[in-house]
T-cell receptor, first 114, second 113 residues
Framework: DSGVTQTPKHLITATGQRVTLRCSPR?????VYWYQQSLDQGLQFLIQ???????AKGNILERFSAQQFPDLHSELNLSSLELGDSALYFC?????????????FGPGTRLTVL | AQSVTQPDIHITVSEGASLELRCNYS??????LFWYVQSPGQGLQLLLK??????LVQGIKGFEAEFKRSQSSFNLRKPSVHWSDAAEYFC???????????FGGGTRVLVKP
């Protein structure tokens, strides 16, 4: 158990819908990362927040957005969903902001868009 | 831009045999290198990491990796695999001053009894 929790574990929805994925980082970790794992794209970095502020952006679509709240939990919002958004979405957390610090991964949320 | 290549998509190994997983990276400066393991239905767990110093690094579960700058490689090895080592293994590179990790495509390891 990494100490990172993600809810829900599974999510099935239809095209065009909007969903919210939630992540609670390890106690004391200020940095949260979101990754998408799909069969065709592999494991891709989406976005990082540190202590409530956006710090880095990767291959995140404009239909996707994220935020980190004062209690440090984070939410990833996916809207106007398409079939290709079906993937496993991981949240990771680390103590600080740089890649020097180990990232601890949650179990993931599997999103299926029908 | 940084990138990682894992040339082997699948590897099958007999229990008790040795295992080597290949990883090649592309990065302009000194990289931070990582190996993660993902068991079925689980998140990723860090096996080991290299930042500087000794080019042979030891990790958890009996794994080790060797950084070879001249070959831009960071291969993962285990002398004797156990059935529980069946999983997918990911090599990743991070920028020294940055924060995101770039992952390779992964290598799925199957262990035969």
């Amino acid at each position: 158990d990494s100490g990172v929790t993600q809810t829900p574990k599974h999510l099935i929805t239809a095209t065009g819908q909007r969903v919210t994925l939630r992540c609670s980082p390890r106690s004391g970790d200020l940095s949260v990362y979101w990754y998408q794992q799909s069969l065709d794209q592999g494991l891709q970095f989406l976005i990082q927040y540190y202590n409530g502020e956006e710090r880095a952006k990767g291959n995140i679509l404009e239909r996707f957005s994220a935020q980190q709240f004062p209690d440090l939990h984070s939410e990833l919002n996916l809207s106007s969903l398409e079939l290709g958004d079906s993937a496993l979405y991981f949240c990771a957390s680390s103590e600080r902001v740089t890649s020097y610090n180990e990232q601890f991964f949650g179990p993931g949320t599997r999103l299926t868009v029908l | 831009a940084q990138s990682v290549t894992q040339p082997d998509i699948h590897i099958t190994v007999s229990e008790g045999a040795s295992l080597e997983l290949r990883c090649n990276y592309s990065y302009g400066a000194t990289p931070y290198l990582f190996w993660y393991v993902q068991s079925p239905g689980q998140g990723l767990q860090l096996l080991l990491k290299y930042f500087s110093g000794d080019t042979l690094v030891q990790g958890i579960k009996g794994f080790e990796a060797e950084f070879k700058r001249s070959q831009s490689s960071f291969n993962l090895r285990k002398p004797s695999v156990h059935w529980s080592d069946a999983a997918e293994y990911f090599c990743a590179v991070g920028a020294a001053a940055g924060n995101k990790l770039t992952f390779g495509g992964g290598t799925r390891v199957l262990v035969k009894p």
